[in-house]
């Protein structure tokens, strides 16, 4: 027996307890008291006190664990003696470990004599008394955690167990080399799997620490420290921790404990800031096409991944703690992290700063999965505003920025929308269609109306460029086969046969075929579209259960809604911004509210008139934002052409920096703004072919003007000048736009602010006005943008519109949909921009010859993309949707046609996002008004 | 297989339970959905056999209309049959063919008046230009003793309540209606069958004691194969307690609690807008977070 248990150390234990086995326990008991009082004898030969050392361990052990230092009592005690210990140590605990309990729960006689003897206490003191070092600490730790780990009987229960342990859990806390943590962290998460199984132990934690005078519960406080740590420490301290968690769900002492006494939400939301710190401020990004953070990009970085951990244990302990110190957590996040720390990052000074930060924003909402928490990202988002402009609206402005964080945001939206959370959608779309003030009156009850014909469809699919119709391009190119639909009934009832004479016959086993022909060619493409919109409004429909109401016109009803005030953030807003002085500065800072139109001459005194600062200066975003504002304050953001000049005065910025110096034949340039004006007015009307182009060419002319005259920056000029026309509503008034060039800020300057916050959305006009909202109006000016926009940008537009068209909302599918409702002049349609579109690429394939050549190359290149596509993502199913899960590798480059040419490819899109559309109208026309059921 | 769909649910929200309990053949399996092979819409399909109207196509240039008309068609019928379900006409069902979209089986009940106890088989026919076509037809398996049904076909006079089928304004269901209401309200003016009429007019008693040979004529043909070798024809089979007990009991359990069924699905949407409010975040239980 003593050379087997000599034999063991601590990787041999397995072995041993079968050896073990059926050794009777009087033996042990025999030797276990045996090697104790060996044990026994050299303790008490150092005992500097040489008394009852039991009454006086508690004295002892917090001299001991407040220094933490080398501690010796008497002279240094020689190594064969402490190696004896040990050695008998092992032993015994080996023995204790072994023991089975007694009848009925009662100890067994080895633990009994533990409890009895102060074993561990004074085996405690021992280490104490030698060197109380790492190593030491080490021992000790591995010690308690193989204990309490594979005894087969509670041994925490027992005071003279516990208190030592907790003693040193205690003298563990503060600094110990990595090793020591790691063993500590282990032994606390053991602890906790025990708590977790046997609450009664819980109790016992909390006395106990008051014994120790701190009314903490010392596990748990313990492990706080390690909450954000990397690697296998960090992951076993969060997962011990939400052991406490779900604990807390159920006692309420637990939960008080934590949310009052400790410092564990603060810590956690704390330590996101301090782990979004050390994310890359600028992301480097692969290409082009890239629009957002996959997860084989964010495994290549560890701080991004550390941070994911961490969000996600946040995730976590939300999901299980208690409400109080659910509620907390979220509030400390909320005002913590998203609020002092992602909403200046979203309005950091450069572009790609910015577009790193949407990126993190993005994939931080893609990884929450808990209500609670989404909720406290989506107010963030919605309400929160940073410098008086909300992030929403900053977000959304975004869009129409160029380069690539036009579409980083396009991504973040993508992913807002597919939340199917009523919140998001009321505030992006749904608040500026309730009250129906985008349609004529007399169509307000069309709303509800169904579309029984497919009319809608067969009014989108009539777009479809003629160049791209389905006898044009041939099979299998267009995926197109020859359905011949079986003769059912043809027109007597009786002749219910099949004709037969077709080429192909396909068995289903059931003795009925499919008679697939030649008689009439199908789009057997158009039946995946069909497919796939009715899993997309099926899913769709059933999460908008929850809903509150059904949007449909009548509910929530228009009249109320009139005034519609934005709602209020759940922040009040900062107090350094001064109150307005005047009328212009009013208008922009009640912009969020239905604040009152400014005359035009009243806009002209005003801003002619040096600003008038405030004594306490507005934050620098904040001056320049306004000075953008006050400068759009009459032409801004009316629906028609708005959002267009947003497009041209961003892509204006992107070529000038670029010190892009193309040059074009020169037109007159008021000439084209007219042109331009004129087309928004009637979409089939043509539209510049190349808006850009002609847009630098003005900047040129108009540049050399005024270097001639006086010098002044191009770009002001070009504002002024451009922005005069456009000014519809109040051409008449002619204002003198020059005057706001005095206060026009340098390029440089307004550079920051135009891809930061220029938006003030649906608030500078009056809302009786009609305005589908910033959201619906930048997507239809990108989407006009069809021909120009990249790929993968034409990929994203339309992947959101199809998003927002599969939503089962009357509202919000009879403005997508309905191509027979009649809107106000004012709102452009998705409808009248399909169609613009239409003929804008009719035109072209006019007057290219090569035209129906590049659409062939075209379709060729995008179904070796999708097939490529496939190969990588298995879970892919439609023909579009494959197309659009870009990933950050280039698609194979096409031999015959270059990316560059966007016409052809955006005439290639714009066919399938017709039919896309289509499928969509019609699966709504049997879906949506079919209660749901499974 | 959308109206195999539908019709389980009018099935379940039907109201009838008589003693005779309708039995479906099991569907035929059909080929999984996949990528490049043909899914089974196309046979439930309709034939296109001329232009569904000179107008429309006319309309509809570059032959959009020509790939897609078989799909608006298709689509207008899934639309009207999720109309039928919707309206719940008492003792009404009805059921698309397997082969064409265009013929529907129908079986109705008739439980009080003159032909009380009469469960009658039909089919509707659908003209392939619907609907800019004529009304859809009515014929009756047994050409039950009626002044509206011809003695000979089976079929109803439907025209004469829709002299002309309107679209957006005349729906299947309204003929499925009026086949109902025939037997409840006796016209004899302009009848298809003179003899009914007549004996309506002058001798009830005889008209009825015919009426009662009819119900009982159509009655002991219940069980026969359906006229249609289709696999979605409606056939009864006599009461048999080891299938339609089941069966009876899990569709009045279904009935019974709708909110539990519902309930127990996961929900992916999110909503934190209280009921009556326009404001994001407005319910009460929000957590505060500042």
């Known amino acids: 027996m003593a050379s087997m248990v000599a034999n063991g150390n601590r990787d041999g234990r397995q072995g041993e307890a079968l050896v073990l086995k059926g050794v009777d326990p009087e033996t042990c008991m025999i030797v276990f008291k045996n090697h104790w009082a060996q044990v026994v004898k050299i303790l008490e030969k150092h005992d500097p006190l040489r008394s009852n050392t039991s009454s006086n361990m508690a004295a002892l052990g917090v001299i001991g664990l407040s220094s933490g230092g080398p501690m010796r009592f008497g002279g240094p005690i020689p190594g064969d003696e402490a190696s004896a210990v040990q050695n008998y140590v092992e032993h015994i605990l080996f023995l204790l470990m072994e023991?089975?309990?007694?009848?009925?729960?009662?100890?067994?006689?080895?633990?009994?004599?533990?409890?009895?003897?102060?074993?561990?206490?004074?085996?405690?003191?021992?280490?104490?008394?030698?060197?109380?070092?790492?190593?030491?600490?080490?021992?000790?730790?591995?010690?308690?955690?193989?204990?309490?780990?594979?005894?087969?009987?509670?041994?925490?229960?027992?005071?003279?167990?516990?208190?030592?342990?907790?003693?040193?859990?205690?003298?563990?806390?503060?600094?110990?080399?990595?090793?020591?943590?790691?063993?500590?962290?282990?032994?606390?998460?053991?602890?906790?799997?025990?708590?977790?199984?046997?609450?009664?132990?819980?109790?016992?934690?909390?006395?106990?620490?008051?014994?120790?005078?701190?009314?903490?519960?010392?596990?748990?406080?313990?492990?706080?420290?390690?909450?954000?740590?990397?690697?296998?420490?960090?992951?076993?301290?969060?997962?011990?921790?939400?052991?406490?968690?779900?604990?807390?769900?159920?006692?309420?002492?637990?939960?008080?404990?934590?949310?009052?006494?400790?410092?564990?939400?603060?810590?956690?939301?704390?330590?996101?800031?301090?782990?979004?710190?050390?994310?890359?401020?600028?992301?480097?990004?692969?290409?082009?096409?890239?629009?957002?953070?996959?997860?084989?990009?964010?495994?290549?970085m560890p701080t991004l991944v550390q941070f994911l951990n961490s969000l996600e244990f946040c995730n976590a302990v939300i999901q299980v703690a208690h409400p109080n110190i659910r509620d907390q957590l979220v509030s400390y996040i909320y005002n913590g992290f998203l609020v002092p720390v992602l909403a200046p990052a979203l309005h950091k000074p450069t572009l790609e700063e910015v577009m790193t930060t949407t990126a993190y924003l993005d994939l931080f909402v893609r990884s929450v999965s808990e209500p609670v928490l989404l909720q406290t990202f989506l107010s963030f988002i919605l309400l929160h505003r940073h410098e008086n402009v909300h992030i929403l609206d900053t977000l959304v402005s975004r869009i129409n920025t160029p380069f690539q964080l036009g579409t980083v945001s396009l991504a973040l939206f993508q992913t807002l929308i597919g939340l199917y959370c009523e919140d998001v959608m009321l505030q992006l779309i749904l608040r500026y269609l309730i009250p129906c003030n985008h349609m004529m009156l007399s169509q307000r009850r069309v709303v509800k109306e169904r579309d029984f014909y497919s009319v809608s469809a067969a009014k989108i699919l009539a777009l479809t460029p003629s160049c791209c119709s389905p006898e044009h391009s041939p099979p299998p190119l267009r995926q197109l086969d020859s359905i011949l639909w079986s003769k059912g009934t043809d027109n007597s009832p009786n002749t219910g046969t099949m004709?037969?004479?077709?080429?192909?016959?396909?068995?289903?086993?059931?003795?009925?075929?499919?008679?697939?022909?030649?008689?009439?060619?199908?789009?057997?493409?158009?039946?995946?579209?069909?497919?796939?919109?009715?899993?997309?409004?099926?899913?769709?429909?059933?999460?908008?259960?929850?809903?509150?109401?059904?949007?449909?016109?009548?509910?929530?009803?228009?009249?109320?809604?009139?005034?519609?005030?934005?709602?209020?953030?759940?922040?009040?807003?900062?107090?350094?911004?001064?109150?307005?002085?005047?009328?212009?500065?009013?208008?922009?800072?009640?912009?969020y509210d239905a604040g009152p139109v400014v005359s035009p001459e009243a806009a002209t005194a005003e801003s002619s008139k040096p600003p008038q600062l405030p004594a306490a200066e507005p934050p620098k975003h904040i001056q320049e934002m306004r000075r953008t504002a006050i400068m759009l304050v009459k032409g801004s953001y009316i629906e028609e052409s708005d959002f267009q000049d947003d497009v041209m005065v961003y892509d204006l910025v992107a070529k000038k920096d670029a010190r892009d110096t193309v040059t074009k034949g020169s037109k007159e340039v008021k000439a084209h703004v007219a042109d331009h004006n004129s087309n928004l007015q009637s979409p089939l009307a043509e539209v510049g072919d190349d808006l850009m182009g002609q847009y630098e060419e003005l900047i040129r002319t108009l540049g050399s003007d005024e270097a001639g005259t006086g010098g002044s920056s191009p770009v002001k000029t070009v504002d002024k000048e451009f922005r005069n026309p456009v000014v519809t509503p109040m051409e008449e008034d002619e204002v003198d736009f020059s005057s706001f060039s005095m206060d026009t800020p340098e390029l440089e300057k307004q550079h920051s602010s135009l891809f930061g916050t220029k938006l003030c959305s649906g608030s500078t006009r009056s809302h009786s006005v009609p305005f589908t909202g910033p959201f619906v109006s930048v997507l239809l000016s990108r989407l006009e943008n069809m021909l120009d926009n990249s790929l993968?940008?034409?990929?994203?537009?339309?992947?959101?519109?199809?998003?927002?068209?599969?939503?089962?909302?009357?509202?919000?599918?009879?403005?997508?949909?309905?191509?027979?409702?009649?809107?106000?002049?004012?709102?452009?349609?998705?409808?009248?921009?399909?169609?613009?579109?239409?003929?804008?690429?009719?035109?072209?394939?006019?007057?290219?010859?090569?035209?129906?050549?590049?659409?062939?190359?075209?379709?060729?290149?995008?179904?070796?993309?999708?097939?490529?596509?496939?190969?990588?993502?298995?879970?892919?199913?439609?023909?579009?949707?494959?197309?659009?899960?870009?990933?950050?590798?280039?698609?194979?480059?096409?031999?015959?046609?270059?990316?560059?040419?966007?016409?052809?490819?955006?005439?290639?899109?714009?066919?399938?996002?017709?039919?896309?559309?289509?499928?969509?109208?019609?699966?709504?026309?049997?879906?949506?008004?079919?209660?749901?059921?499974? | 297989t959308y109206l195999n769909d539908f019709w389980e649910k009018g099935r379940s929200d039907g109201e009838e339970q008589s003693g005779e309990q309708q039995q479906q053949r099991a569907s035929p399996a059909r080929p999984s959905f996949g990528k490049?092979?043909?899914?089974?819409?196309?046979?439930?399909?309709?034939?296109?056999?001329?232009?569904?109207?000179?107008?429309?196509?006319?309309?509809?240039?570059?032959?959009?209309?020509?790939?897609?008309?078989?799909?608006?068609?298709?689509?207008?019928?899934?639309?009207?049959?999720?109309?039928?379900?919707?309206?719940?006409?008492?003792?009404?069902?009805?059921?698309?063919?397997?082969?064409?979209?265009?013929?529907?089986?129908?079986?109705?009940?008739?439980?009080?008046?003159?032909?009380?106890?009469?469960?009658?088989k039909f089919t509707v026919y659908?003209?392939?230009?619907?609907?800019?076509?004529?009304?859809?037809?009515?014929?009756?398996?047994?050409?039950?003793?009626?002044?509206?049904?011809?003695?000979?076909?089976?079929?109803?006079?439907?025209?004469?309540?829709?002299?002309?089928?309107?679209?957006?304004?005349?729906?299947?269901?309204?003929?499925?209606?009026?086949?109902?209401?025939?037997?409840?309200?006796?016209?004899?003016?302009?009848?298809?069958?003179?003899?009914?009429?007549?004996?309506?007019?002058?001798?009830?008693?005889?008209?009825?004691?015919?009426?009662?040979?009819?119900?009982?004529?159509?009655?002991s043909h219940l069980f026969d194969q359906p006229k249609m070798d289709d696999p979605y024809a409606i056939s009864f089979s006599s009461w048999n307690p080891a299938i339609h007990d089941e069966a009876k009991e899990r569709m009045f359990s279904h009935k019974r609690r709708p909110e539990d069924h519902q309930k127990g699905l996961p929900v992916s949407g999110l909503s934190w807008v209280k009921p009556g409010s326009t404001q994001p975040f407005s319910k009460d239980d929000n957590p505060p977070l500042s």
């Open chain 1, 99 to 300: 023991e089975d309990a007694g009848q009925a729960g009662a100890m067994g006689p080895i633990l009994e004599f533990v409890v009895m003897e102060n074993v561990m206490e004074r085996l405690f003191l021992w280490s104490l008394r030698r060197q109380f070092t790492d190593d030491m600490k080490l021992e000790q730790l591995k010690m308690y955690e193989m204990i309490v780990g594979q005894a087969r009987q509670p041994l925490l229960h027992h005071k003279p167990v516990l208190r030592p342990l907790m003693m040193l859990l205690s003298s563990c806390s503060g600094t110990a080399g990595p090793e020591v943590e790691a063993e500590l962290v282990s032994l606390l998460n053991q602890l906790c799997c025990v708590l977790a199984k046997d609450q009664s132990v819980l109790e016992l934690f909390f006395h106990t620490s008051e014994d120790q005078g701190a009314a903490n519960f010392l596990i748990f406080s313990l492990l706080i420290p390690f909450i954000h740590r990397e690697g296998l420490v960090g992951q076993q301290a969060r997962d011990a921790l939400l052991l406490i968690m779900s604990l807390s769900a159920e006692n309420q002492r637990v939960a008080q404990h934590i949310a009052e006494n400790t410092y564990f939400c603060p810590v956690l939301a704390t330590g996101l800031s301090g782990l979004y710190s050390s994310l890359p401020t600028k992301l480097e990004v692969p290409g082009e096409e890239w629009h957002c953070l996959h997860r084989e990009d964010w495994l290549q």
């Open chain 1, 499 to 591: 004709e037969t004479e077709e080429t192909f016959l396909e068995e289903d086993g059931s003795g009925y075929s499919c008679v697939i022909g030649s008689e009439i060619y199908l789009d057997v493409n158009y039946l995946h579209y069909l497919y796939n919109a009715r899993l997309g409004i099926s899913s769709c429909t059933r999460a908008c259960q929850v809903w509150s109401a059904p949007y449909d016109g009548e509910d929530p009803p228009p009249e109320e809604s009139h005034p519609h005030p934005r709602p209020r953030p759940p922040c009040p807003p900062q107090t350094t911004d001064p109150a307005p002085t005047n009328q212009l500065e009013l208008e922009w800072d009640d912009s």
């Open chain 1, 792 to 934: 993968h940008v034409n990929l994203l537009l339309t992947g959101i519109l199809a998003q927002l068209a599969a939503y089962p909302q009357p509202l919000l599918q009879s403005f997508l949909l309905n191509t027979n409702m009649v809107f106000q002049p004012s709102v452009r349609s998705l409808y009248q921009v399909l169609a613009s579109l239409k003929n804008q690429i009719e035109q072209q394939a006019s007057t290219k010859k090569d035209f129906p050549k590049l659409i062939t190359s075209a379709q060729h290149c995008l179904l070796a993309r999708e097939s490529s596509l496939k190969g990588q993502d298995s879970r892919e199913c439609s023909p579009l949707e494959a197309g659009r899960m870009m990933k950050s590798s280039p698609p194979p480059q096409p031999k015959t046609i270059s990316l560059a040419r966007t016409e052809v490819f955006a005439t290639v899109l714009f066919t399938e996002f017709l039919k896309e559309l289509a499928a969509i109208a019609q699966e709504h026309s049997i879906l949506s008004h079919v209660p749901m059921e499974e």
């Open chain 2, 36 to 120: 490049k092979q043909l899914p089974s819409i196309p046979k439930n399909a309709v034939p296109i056999t001329k232009p569904a109207s000179p107008a429309a196509t006319a309309q509809l240039a570059n032959g959009t209309h020509a790939s897609y008309g078989p799909f608006y068609l298709e689509y207008s019928l899934l639309a009207e049959f999720t109309l039928v379900i919707k309206q719940k006409l008492p003792g009404i069902y009805v059921q698309p063919s397997y082969k064409s979209a265009l013929m529907w089986f129908g079986v109705i009940f008739i439980r009080h008046g003159l032909y009380q106890d009469g469960v009658f």
């Open chain 2, 126 to 219: 659908i003209p392939d230009n619907y609907p800019d076509g004529e009304c859809p037809r009515v014929v009756f398996d047994i050409p039950v003793f009626h002044p509206l049904v011809d003695p000979v076909s089976g079929e109803l006079d439907v025209r004469r309540a829709f002299t002309k089928w309107r679209r957006n304004h005349n729906h299947i269901w309204q003929v499925l209606m009026y086949a109902r209401t025939v037997f409840y309200k006796i016209n004899t003016m302009e009848p298809l069958n003179p003899e009914a009429a007549v004996l309506y007019d002058k001798d009830v008693q005889l008209f009825k004691s015919k009426v009662v040979d009819s119900v009982k004529l159509c009655n």
